[in-house]
């Protein structure tokens, strides 16, 4: 009788102890889970900003592609004929306000 009770006492503190272990592991797992839970909202929230990045980045790409073929015309050239050299066309008359 002695060994059996022996034995079953053995295999209650056997159960214990694996039972210990699990709720360890089960702990252990459930951390890392809600870290790698919040790693991922802020992984989110980070693609989220460089999309809209990326698009303003386009839009800007799109006004100054715009501008490049703006800057090729002679539309361009003569305004700024204008404002730095003061240039004029044969047939403008330029009124200047007076001080």
């Given at each position: 009788m002695r060994n059996r009770n022996k034995d079953t006492a053995t295999n209650r503190m056997a159960i214990i102890g694996i039972t210990?272990?699990?709720?360890?592991?089960?702990?252990?797992?459930?951390?890392?889970?809600?870290?790698?839970?919040?790693?991922?909202?802020?992984y989110q929230l980070q693609e989220e900003?460089?999309?809209?990045?990326?698009?303003?980045q386009k839009r800007l790409s799109e006004e100054l592609e715009q501008k490049k073929v703006y800057v090729k015309t002679k539309e361009f050239t003569m305004e700024k004929a204008r404002e730095i050299f003061g240039?004029?066309?044969?047939?403008?008359?330029?009124?200047?306000?007076e001080k």
């Open positions: 210990i272990v699990v709720l360890f592991m089960a702990i252990a797992i459930h951390m890392r889970s809600v870290t790698l839970k919040e790693q991922d909202r802020n900003s460089l999309a809209a990045d990326i698009e303003e240039l004029k066309m044969p047939d403008e008359i330029i009124i200047k306000p």
